[in-house]
């Protein structure tokens, strides 16, 4: 399959900001250490980040120039994005691949759609016309590369009952402290997701951010919810490729719009 990024020779750089630029911009943040999960969080243009994915984050900020074809899969961590990738890349590679020949039966989602905080950033790459459109990020709306916003590209967002998305959070962090640390009683954890200060957070600003636009640019953004989801895949597998542009056919679409709603 062709990758949706290429290599991007020196000549071909277009802004003064470099990689060592964004860390020792980093390096002057507010930080935020009671995590610790990767280290600390950074606060930027109002949200908290992991420094080593805040790097990436300016540099694309800086560099990534969208595509009208780009179609970018966001949310907050742990709101079932990694279910989301493997539905949104299932979708555009269908007439590719199908169910034994498909990535994802050898390969985690998180590996089969670039993420722009690392794969941008780190790997010197950069998209290509005419090649897989799909690309994941976790930054907030009003922190996206100024060419996505401005862009005709579309912007898939999935949120989730933010308890159980705080909860999840809470276990994974735990987990990668490998118990090289004490960790973390989930009271304590409550307050700093309550307060603003997780991953990616605050949590309510992130989702106000993509639901708001959505009701600006209903035509660019999708906005799901995890549960919704759940309950009927299906249609909303469905309402996905059609707004991504891969639709199925008008019979079957027609078909499963009037068992639902009967």
Not at 15 to 23: A, F, G, W
Not at 169 to 181: M, S, V
């Amino acid at each position: 399959m062709e990758s949706k990024f290429s290599r991007t020779s020196n000549e071909e750089e277009v802004s003064p900001i470099t990689l060592e630029t964004c860390r020792d911009i980093v390096s002057t943040l507010p930080r935020e250490n009671k995590w610790r999960a990767y280290g600390d969080l950074c606060f930027y243009q109002d949200f908290f980040c992991y420094s080593y994915l805040l790097e990436g984050a300016i540099f694309a900020q800086n560099h990534y120039q969208a595509q009208p074809s780009d179609i970018l899969i966001c949310g907050v961590p742990k709101s079932g994005n990694t279910w989301l990738k493997a539905l949104t890349f299932s979708i555009v590679t269908r007439t590719q691949f199908d169910n034994t020949t498909t990535p994802l039966l050898t390969k985690n989602p998180h590996n089969c759609i670039p993420f722009m905080e690392i794969d941008f950033s780190r790997k010197g790459i950069k998209p290509t016309t005419g090649s897989l459109p799909l690309i994941s990020t976790h930054l907030p709306y009003t922190s996206l590369p100024k060419s996505i916003i401005d862009s005709a590209c579309k912007i898939v967002y999935m949120c989730r009952e933010p308890k159980d998305s705080f909860v999840s959070l809470w276990h994974y962090a735990r987990k990668l402290k490998g118990g090289i640390q004490e960790p973390m009683s989930l009271g304590e954890t409550f307050e700093l997701f309550c307060k603003g200060v997780s991953d990616y957070g605050p949590y309510w600003d992130h989702i106000l951010g993509y639901w708001k636009a959505s009701l600006e640019k209903p035509e660019k953004i999708l906005f799901l919810k995890y549960e919704d989801v759940i309950k009927d895949t299906p249609f909303y597998v469905e309402r996905m490729a059609e707004f991504m542009g891969y639709p199925f056919s008008t019979r079957r679409r027609k078909r499963r719009q009037n068992t639902r709603y009967c």
